[in-house]
């Protein structure tokens, strides 16, 4: 249970790169990383309009002096500061995203990356050598893997409450590019464009969220080769707006991910079943407060978030009491908790004894991504998919 | 609307190879057959057992002395009599589909055969051959086709409404089969013996309804190529039980199948979502009386069964008004009278104007199996499909 | 499990007052009648029409001349030949309900009848006198009530799974009153007629299923009294067009009935949820194959007719195997099985041991339904009810 | 669309009282005043230990100084500084609201006061008397009435969507309370002993949420007269844990509301559905993203948050896109937004044009408990309701 006390005795000072005037996705970074007193948000380069960028920073009561023009200024003069950031938030577009969280870290600094983290595995490879070097903290932003059922899962998993895992069969297929949207839309048509939005469009936005809900709750299975059917079906669309991925895993298990977002009529069509030897779960991340589990034999069961029946991992999360429901920022607010705790402990020498998204699950998506667009490219032929 | 009044002039003469004591799929067949006096049971081979039959038979109205002991029989007697049997349904264990239907053919018989039609596209083609040679109707039996709904999706996307189609979404994929259920079930055990059940377990029995279906709803679309991950997940099967299949079509749109038995704590799990440009329906044949149809930036709608907004041919089937709850019975109801209407049709020289799961159907099942099980064995690659 | 053999040793000879042509209710008891070989049709008065009637009749396999122009003479001619038919079901417009009742019990034949059975506690009270005088079986015919999972949920409470009951809430409320839809529309405009349709309109129409749902599954909770606000909100109706009703039970529960014909948009609506001690059970009856059943502290389950988990009374009528969705037809297939059972035994003079609804089932509905129009007329006020 | 920039110039200079360590209530309290920067948490007397409460208040960034054992020296201390605190949000047990809310309001704070807001209509009339003396803002803490879904059936309802409000149906009836937790829980204790919980249990704690939805949603309408049949249960509770409110409007409309805690394996049970002549909604708040719309004659729709088809007022509260979920915290946030705009505009003298749960909401729903509990302290006798 979490009353918002912070968790850490010293609140991390905490600075934002990108994320300003009209961006949702900052918001929601900050509105996780400060609800709970662990950060404190104490310099950022929120815009590339320094002016605006101020008068941004100023409304989140950060110090005029401390809203940088851009992210080099910020790192470097932080820097000569004792009360200087020790973390900061990347929420910029994504071709900038390899190139900032290397500085950030080279800087000093711990990293929390949106995603994905880069474009190709070099790159990825690359960040993961700078991280070990720098001894620093690299969360990469998959914001729904702090939804409460998700530890449920990987507990229940792991507990054996399936059995083997036979089968992940996930889907993140949405409706909101079925016509080219991007046309005329300057915030979209970076995405679909593959000198900025990378080798992929559908996969690299939603597929990799479920790459990582994968790892995250069975952190033992690995994939050993993967084919991918990939389309794009709006009319000039260079990157693919569907695809269909086939996964082989290690432990004999198959996978199955459709990424989309020509589903059209579907608002978000995020969801996953993972099915056991002996029973299954079910997850839909619009009604994130539930899990159905069905044991085969028995009826089906919908186990709700914060009851008291849940394994205690999960529990823990708990911000308001059963029945009432959670959404998206308590998911990423768990997360920010753990990044909080992850860089108290590094700083302190502790061992971090908790998962998260690290900088080797931002390899691992980008890995995904480049061989499905490789199997994609090749006919969907199956490709093989030695670990990173 | 349908009140039970019989669709033809003088009800078919009709008689039944197998189906006899215990069998669920033979009282499905009566049921669906009879409730509408378009047919009269008049003769039968009900069982192996001449006896047990010919008790069965006197049970259901049918004079002892047309209870025959064997298929064989029955066709030969029955043709000596001036009113013998112009129809038969057979619905006998998978290994006899073929030959009891090509005799029956020959006898002069129309025909209503279990599925799946035979186990090769040889067999099968023999059939179709069979079928043109002797003028007479056949159905396969897609059960699930009969649902109103199935009828108002095939009208919805014919009218346009979903838009030029894109992607088949479709799973049939329970858990009855997750642990050898067919050791010590005799009724089970030749389901997975390859010389009973043909070159597949789970894509014959359970993906071929998905394959109907999606031919029903849109006919005029033609698989060009297809590839499967086939497993065996509990030890000691020799056929799949488990199967994802990716196809592609020949208008640009992707297909995706996932046909199981290990599907652990589904019950059924028979569903799709058919995408189209602007819009997708859903179906679940768990709740068969309603269609979600949903239209992208639009909120999405439940359409129900014998509403008045859904269209005319979908409506012509209603049997008990919009709110109640129809089921599979009225789905092969409504199977049963087209197959009436047929036969009556045949027999005046009138052209069929409807559409049902015909013996072309049957062939492009078998094909679907067997293209599906070339290319999981030969390591999940493409495999071509022209039109058979 | 039921495979369609008949359930008697010898059909009843069953005839039918009304039903004919464009009748639904017509068709579902011929459907539920016929389907299992227990009842032959033999003999009918299907229309006021006779013409239309014979020709209805013949469509049906009935003897023209047993097609009769009316139930008197049908009894008088029936009851003159050793073939003559011994059981009649009654669907003729609500106000004939009482005079053709008796009239055929008195003429010695068994009744399935059309709810309301009649519109006086008087005049039901004389059916059941007549019911006792003769010794014969009558049926009212409360089609929801052969659901699987309305036995299951009656087993579930009679073996304390709920513990013992506190709170009966139920509605039937659907919209397709909203509107004056009796205005031009004479199949609607006898059932707002307080001549023709008695004292009430939607209590009568949909609120007496769910006094009898109430009985089978609670048999030995009794009302104490009530308390009803009524309204018509469409102008121009005399009769009660919505209601909410309060009940008292003798043994400390509280139950709540919510009968609406204006509740628009909601097609159907009749669902309700049982209360005890430890665990609630919900149903509605468009998803008439799922029981709800929740435990306090538990992950809420849903129950699915035909599974191995249920208890075998509501196995017992299981027609086509677990997943495969039954309807309403299956339902009344159930009861005119026992109507068979009940005939049966009735004229070998054994005991009936088991439930149906009974003629104080009728009854019973007759009289909440008085019992609720007197709070209704009566500002609402409570009323006591002893029981009939 | 929210951003997270504060929606006034000057942040309100905030404190409170109660909600202290190990408070959930407290936590959202914070969470929502906190988040966007339109609240500085200044001052606090947040707990009855009073080293306890500075240890509390250190965590959350506040001066010790102003940490205070108790909520007099807060409101002494507080009035001496020239950056004293503006507003207070009272978080103690329900029997402190009226005296601590009386006394913030005289010392010349605004006030979010938990509800129930008071146990007497004199006490809810005089503290209705005193903001108006006072001039000062008041929020009553009815927290679903903050979510976006909620404004959207306000300005449907208002946009005549449904037509003519005719039935309003509302639950809140969770089994959280089927036996007794308050024995040997001290926490859950006070809640069943009338003199610390007031008259009511279940119907304060969970009813008047409904009212307060109903009005919000419906301000045009006001209750003639209601009746209430109440229940205690639990053995040895003294307090109703169970209560059905049959409501008449002065429109002609009728209401029902049903308030429980035994409702036995139901998480929480916070539902309603308006009916209109033309059309309904329903709103489930395990849900909050999604409203039925359901109009007759058409397929019901699932309206989202976020989406464009919503309306504008629904949509300004939009905080993460449609299809990502929100929950109880952001309905809080959106109230706290409120009261934030409304102190501004209240001490720049500007008028408040939108609306809040006020002290008048406050007023009603105290006066709806007392109302209740005499009706079912009179044998559920129908009471009358003038207007408070």
Known sequence: MIYGE????????????????GSQIGYIHRSAALRDFNFDLV????????????????????????????YQTMFAEEAKREDGVQAVSIATPNFTHYTIAKAALEAGLHVYLEKPMCFTTEEALDLEETVKKTGKIMFVSYGYAGHQMIEQAREMIANGDLGKIRIVNMQFAHGGNNVAVEKGAASQAWRVDPKKAGPAFSMGDVGTHLVYLAEAMMPDMKIKRLMCSKQSFVEGRQLEDNAMTIME???????????????????????????????????DAEHPNFLSYEVQGEAPRVLARGTGYIYDGAKADDRIGAGHPEGLFESW????TKFAKAIDKCEKGEEIDFWYPDVHAGVLGVKWVEKCVESGNNDSAWVSYEEA
Do not use: Q, T
């Open 6 to 21: 912070k968790n850490i005795e010293n609140p991390i000072r905490w600075g934002m790169v990108g994320g300003g005037i």
């Open 43 to 70: 310099a950022g380069a929120f815009d590339i309009d320094p002016e605006r960028g101020k008068a941004f920073g100023k409304n989140l009561h950060v110090d005029p002096e401390r809203c940088y023009p851009d």
């Open 249 to 283: 895993y290690d432990n004999g298990a198959v996978g199955y991910i459709w990424s989309s977002g020509v589903n059209a009529g579907e608002l978000f069509g995020e969801r996953f079943r993972i099915v056991g030897e002996k029973a299954s779960i079910a997850w």
């Open 333 to 336: 607010s768990n997360l920010y």
